[in-house]
């Protein structure tokens, strides 16, 4: 069983900075692409940053020089640091990860959600 377990969000004022942190464990063989999405309220979730195994980026056009995510293949474990926050990027944060785990006959790659953070941004 694997698991993606997301820490770090909470309540920020406009303009402030915040960082969420992503853990994998369970019975894991390799991760490919890992990321960050978001879901506002009455809006679909959105990609917000991704990351490859070889650290390859790319950002949503909204965060694109305000966030920065990064990734430690040792610890399985992604960072997004957020910065110069504003409302709008209120929202619940979720952790994704396409995970190789055993499978019936060997291993197949999973697609996995962390259970999601919040971060709210208001003065």
């Known amino acids: 069983q694997v698991q993606l377990v997301e820490s770090g969000g909470g309540l920020v004022q406009p303009g402030g900075s915040l960082r969420l942190s992503c853990a994998a464990s369970?019975?894991?063989?390799?991760?490919?692409?890992m990321a960050w999405y978001r879901q506002a309220p009455g809006k679909q979730r959105e990609l917000v940053a991704g990351i490859t195994k070889e650290g390859i980026t790319n950002y949503s056009d909204s965060v694109k020089g305000r966030f920065t995510i990064s990734r430690d293949n040792d610890l399985n474990a992604i960072d997004l640091q957020m910065g110069s926050l504003k409302p709008e990027d209120t929202a619940v944060y979720y952790c994704?990860?396409?995970?190789?785990?055993?499978?019936?006959?060997?291993?197949?790659?999973?697609?996995?959600w962390g259970q999601g953070t919040q971060v709210t941004v208001s003065s």
């Open positions: 369970g019975r894991i063989f390799s991760i490919s692409d």
């Open positions: 994704n990860a396409d995970i190789r785990s055993p499978a019936k006959g060997g291993s197949r790659y999973y697609n996995y």
